[in-house]
């Protein structure tokens, strides 16, 4: 019991300090509590609708997160322009001229709010925005302009973007169209600087070389033939005497010749000379000629003057048949020597195959790169135009109004019950804290146990101080007249402030605009 009296005394010497830091805070706060204007608030909500036609038929180009899109809407919807445009425009906040932009944007921010559902419990999409103004109409008249701002803003992105996606493939497709045209024009002008050489015609060349070499071996064969056979008619002509068509009988032994003969054609067609049957049917045709020539007689006479044998005139049969086989022969040489031309410059195409067939592989595989990014381009593109018609008509994810914003019936703001009392119980708060805070700095012995526990030593009795009559009176009169001071001057400054300085509706204001806070 003596410790609460201790205490009340304490409190009774430290009531002025109380009472002017509550006595402040609470003429403040009634006086703003009572001194706010009335505010109107207006409220509308938002939902993000999904596309109206199924993604899997026709997907739209802007794929954007419905929260994500309504975060994009709250940053541009509370851009400084447009602050200051609708708080010019509809003149909404009080004494707007004396305001600087920033304590305009500051403003309007402050009386605008923005929440949306939570994304964590798989809510719907909803914004919920709300604004405050000090008439009714004006509450609305925002709203709308922001409603109007955020469909239009949102109607322009979509679109934008559907136009900037579909611009952007048209140019890729054409980019890719031009390449493909160069690129063709490219293969076709070395194609045809390599005519001869492309590998699609290697095979043909192959053949082709096959045929030249088995056409020079047949011209080889064939001019072999022709000399054998121009040996053979000198030879018979040099054994018989004629060319070999007369209408004379031939021996035996002639017959046989003319057989072995043809067979040694036939043998040298197949065999070389060296061949052990050419070698044989060489001795034995040379036996029937010696048995042949042996059988002819005795040498013709020779000539008395130069003793020579005379030189025998050639038939014109054997001439016209010995020119005719030296032309076919002639004939066959330059045959040889064209296929022999054309089989090196075969060669050559066949030699230089190779290095086309990496060149031309390298371009059309360039050709074939070119050609995938343009069908997938084109894919795209299609894509893009499905896209860009589905925005255009606004059949894709947009944002629809499920509540409009109306004119608000009754304020909703300040609640001055709530201020006036928050604000006495705050300053009754604030005095009793400074009362305590004074104490717990004052160190001083005011009782016996603070001399015991300070110094240790135990008094034997206290003697209070006295005061006069005289002391009594003018204390109390100084305390009478601290305290009306308090209640009435402190009063007294604030109203003066209101009326000469600034009006506690506005500097209330302005707190709330610089803290985000709304009473």
Do not use: C
């Not at 975060?71 to 004396?98: C, F, H, K, S, W």
């Not at 047949?218 to 008619?233: E, F, G, M, S, Y």
């Amino acid at each position: 019991m003596g410790d609460l009296s201790y205490y009340f005394s304490i409190f009774r010497r430290r009531l002025p300090y109380f009472l002017i830091v509550a006595t402040i805070v609470s003429a403040v706060a009634v006086t703003v509590a009572y001194t706010l204007p009335p505010a109107y608030e207006s409220r509308m909500i938002l939902l993000v609708e999904s596309p109206q036609i199924p993604e899997q038929l026709a997907p739209s180009t802007v794929q954007t997160p419905a929260f994500e899109q309504l975060q994009v809407v709250e940053q541009r919807l509370l851009t400084r322009g447009n602050m200051l445009d609708i708080a010019r425009q509809y003149d909404v906040l009080p004494n707007l001229r004396a305001m600087n932009p920033d304590q305009i944007v500051d403003a309007m921010r402050a009386r605008t709010t923005i929440s949306t559902s939570n994304r964590r419990l798989k809510e719907a999409p909803l914004m919920t925005v709300t604004f405050e103004a000090p008439q009714a109409r004006t509450a609305a008249e925002v709203l709308n302009a922001y409603l109007n701002l955020i469909q239009r803003q949102d109607t322009e992105f979509r679109k934008g973007r559907a136009s900037e996606t579909l611009a952007f493939f048209a140019q890729e497709v054409d980019r890719l169209s031009q390449e493909l045209e160069t690129q063709s024009a490219r293969i076709l002008e070395f194609k045809q600087a390599n005519t001869e050489a492309l590998p699609e015609s290697l095979r043909y060349r192959l053949n082709q070389q096959s045929v030249f070499q088995d056409r020079i071996i047949q011209i080889d064969r064939d001019i072999a033939d022709l000399h054998n056979q121009r040996a053979r008619l000198m030879q018979l002509y040099e054994l018989t005497g004629d060319a070999g068509t007369g209408k004379t009988t031939q021996s035996p032994e002639e017959k046989q010749l003319a057989g072995l003969n043809k067979q040694l054609e036939e043998a040298l067609a197949v065999y070389s000379p060296e061949n052990p049957r050419v070698k044989m049917l060489e001795a034995r045709i040379a036996q029937l000629e010696e048995k042949l020539e042996q059988r002819r007689g005795a040498p013709e006479p020779e000539d008395e003057d130069s003793g020579e044998k005379p030189a025998r005139a050639m038939p014109p049969l054997l001439i016209v048949q010995l020119t005719e086989i030296g032309n076919r022969i002639d004939s066959l040489k330059n045959q040889k020597t064209a296929v022999q031309t054309q089989l090196d410059k075969l060669n050559e195409t066949i030699a230089e195959s190779p290095e086309v067939s990496i060149e031309l592989e390298d371009l059309t595989r360039r050709y074939a790169a070119i050609q995938a990014q343009y069908n997938v381009a084109e894919d795209r593109l299609s894509k893009a135009q499905t896209g860009d018609q589905i925005e255009t008509r606004s059949r894709g994810q947009r944002i629809a109004v499920i509540e409009q914003p109306a004119i608000p019936s009754a304020p909703t703001k300040p609640n001055r019950i709530l201020i006036a009392s928050g604000g006495t119980a705050f300053g009754i708060l604030a005095g009793l804290a400074l009362v305590v805070l004074l104490e717990v700095l004052n160190t001083s012995a005011r009782r016996p146990d603070d001399i015991i526990g300070k110094l240790g030593v135990t008094p034997l009795t206290t003697i209070p101080y006295i005061y006069t009559r005289g002391q009594r009176f003018r204390q109390r009169s100084l305390k009478l007249l601290l305290v009306l001071a308090i209640l009435v001057g402190i009063p007294a400054a604030v109203y003066a402030i209101h009326i000469y300085y600034l009006p506690l509706d506005l500097l209330a204001d302005r707190i709330m605009n610089k803290t985000g806070l709304r009473w």
